[in-house]
């Protein structure tokens, strides 16, 4: 498995796929500068990726050249995505045999984008759950493989409903793993999208 995320919502899906599968690099944001002291820091991924002592690659650009052929040395049979924070192109979703598979945190095709949790609890949703799907290049655009939903509850915060999300997230991706060859794969409807763009 080739594991691309970011922050902290990644990491139980990482876990996962350390205890359950052969995780053969970590594909992770650059490190960037957090918190009062703005130090640069690494990503909660790299930190638990270079424990595990697993590959890190820090690309900026992924559309930069190169980059499928740098991944494709480790010859994975499928790719993991939880929130990374990059577009994939096609070239590189394209790499493992069995192509990539998103763990995306909202019920698709609605709240597509960088921040559905947050969006979620903006609008007054009393639902939303964690959706796997087969990627394709369009921003979680790719047929469904797997959904679980769940309640949000009235006073849930963003914070409190991703930890809670990141772990059926986890769940939700060692089943989708286990079907992968059999799992039927559902078209969007994509006249029902919301989108969930990045937060300012």
Known sequence: VLFYGTPAFALPTLEALLAHHQVVAVITQPDRPAGRGRAVTPSPVKRRALLAAVPVLQPSRLRDPGWPERLAEYRADVAVVAAFGQILPKGVLDVPTRGSINVH?????????????????????????????????????????LTETTPIGPDETAGELSARLAEIGAR?????????????????????ATLAPRLK
């Not at 960088?114 to 655009?141: L, N, V």
């Not at 089943?175 to 799992?183: A, H, P, Q, V, Y």
Request: glycine share 10%; no cysteine; aromatic share 4%.
């Open 172 to 192: 939700l991706l060692l089943r989708t793993l286990e079907g992968i060859d059999t799992l039927p794969r559902t078209p969007q409807d994509h006249a029902k």
């Open 105 to 145: 945190a909202s019920v698709l095709p609605r709240y597509r984008g960088a921040a559905p949790i947050a969006w979620a609890i903006m609008r007054g949703e009393t639902e939303t759950g964690i959706t796997t799907f087969q990627m394709d290049p369009g921003m979680d655009t790719g047929d469904v493989l």
